[in-house]
């Protein structure tokens, strides 16, 4: 049987990878002793790898696809076809930054301040351009973790990823720059994207995993409107939104269906009872495909 090797990010991104696969309609099981994920799906083989070699076996065709984010994939110079960008993290749905960092009474305060100085990061190349753009003279070392700790004693400032900042404070810790943003991207392996049953496996995936993210934030509603209170109600929805209307068995009564961002729908209830809604339902939803 024909199948596509998906790599799963294995670390901070893992579970929230397998929680957002679930909610696509894919059961991804991970055993703490096995690197080999088993997934309801006879067409997908999983692989745990670290997002920061994800790239490097896509690129090579070991990997026919996967997600990591777009920092290591700049980090490792990798040939990769982009399928679309997942904006989902560990705790939150916003983009990470990896920034340059230095302790709270450091004398460093921009990128010039840094000459001769001593980095450590995980992101070598990036910082090495980073340097380089503003023409300094450092030396960047690779670090292996717990970067947040290493100033002053292990080095003088350090280019970390931060969601929150909140580490980089609890280490006494301050950003004098950001050196760039990052999502997690699906990427695919240029000659997989060639095979015409990989290609749209490869694609369907990604349609699906889209969808979950664009749904996260909307919820339907569902509402029932006399005819003569039915112009009232809808100037109540949000003007982008298209609901659709239904007549009802009962006379003069129409059924109105729409969805909406989660976070007016507190207001937006009682404002479509005052306008003459009744029985609203409001019910989550799983995935929005547009």
């Not at 679309?84 to 939150?92: F, N, R």
Request: charged share 25%; proline share 4%.
């Amino acid at each position: 049987m024909a199948k596509i090797i998906f790599g799963i990010p294995k670390g901070s991104l893992e579970q929230s990878t397998v929680d957002m696969f679930s909610r696509a309609g894919y059961s991804i099981s991970i055993s703490s002793r096995s690197y080999f994920p088993s997934i309801d799906d006879d067409e997908i083989e999983c692989m745990l790898i670290r997002a920061q070699e994800m790239s490097r076996y896509v690129e090579k065709g070991i990997l026919d696809c996967g997600l990591t984010g777009h920092d290591w994939i700049e980090e490792n110079g990798s040939d990769v076809q982009e399928i679309c960008e997942l904006v989902y993290g560990k705790s939150g749905r916003r983009p990470l930054r990896w920034v340059l960092a230095v302790p709270n009474d450091s004398d460093i305060k921009c990128a010039a301040d840094l000459e001769g100085k001593l980095i450590a990061t995980e992101a070598v190349g990036m910082t090495k351009r980073y340097l380089a753009k503003h023409g300094v003279n450092a030396c960047v070392e690779f670090s292996w973790g717990a970067t947040e700790v290493k100033p002053p004693r292990l080095a003088d400032a350090i280019v970390e990823i931060t969601e929150t900042g909140s580490s980089l404070k609890a280490n006494n810790l301050k950003i004098i720059d950001n050196i760039c943003e990052s999502t997690t991207r699906f990427i695919a392996n240029r000659n997989s994207m060639k095979d015409e049953f990989k290609k749209a496996k490869i694609e369907n995936i990604a349609m699906l995993l889209q969808a979950v993210l664009i749904a996260e934030h909307k919820v339907g509603l569902m509402l029932n409107v006399r005819e003569d209170h039915l112009d009232e109600v809808l100037e109540q929805l949000p003007a982008l939104e298209r609901p659709t209307i239904s007549k009802l068995a009962e006379p003069e009564w129409s059924a109105v269906n729409t969805i909406v961002d989660s976070s007016v729908v507190r207001d937006l209830i009682p404002q479509l009872r005052a306008a003459g809604a009744h029985d609203i339902v409001e019910y989550p939803l799983n995935k929005i495909v547009y």
